[in-house]
């Protein structure tokens, strides 16, 4: 069974960066493309940014230009640099991962990791 752990997440003022990990564990596994979500409380929880195998990025239209995911293939580790941080980035950020196992490819996901933002 493969896991994802994050990491990174804290209290931050308004205006600074923080960078997020999500590593995963396991045996006999290799991951394809790989996600960061929030959910802020009373909210859904959105996609933030995904990356592919290939290194391809997409974002959603509110973090364009403050985030950037990035992955290193050969520690199995997924992050998300965060920056010119807004109070209304407040949430529980997760991280998502379509990983094959045994010829069989599973949405797996992490616990989440806590980032707030004061104004």
């Known amino acids: 069974q ?11 003022q308004a205006g600074g960066s923080l960078r997020l990990s999500c590593t995963a564990s396991g045996s006999d596994f290799s991951i ?4 960061w979500y929030r959910q802020a409380p009373g909210n ?14 997409t974002y959603a239209d509110s973090m364009k230009g403050r985030f950037t995911i990035s992955r290193d293939n ?4 997924l992050y998300l640099q965060m920056s010119s941080l807004k109070p209304e980035d407040t949430a529980l950020y997760y991280c998502n991962a379509d990983i094959w196992v ?12 806590q980032v707030t933002v004061s104004s």
């Open 32 to 35: 394809a493309s790989m996600r």
């Open 44 to 57: 859904l929880r959105e996609l933030v940014a995904t990356i592919t195998a290939g290194g391809a990025t």
């Open 2 to 12: 493969v896991q994802l752990v994050e990491s990174g997440g804290g209290l931050v």
């Open 74 to 77: 050969a520690k199995n580790t």
């Open 102 to 113: 045994s010829r069989r490819l599973t949405s797996t996901w992490g616990q989440g990791t």
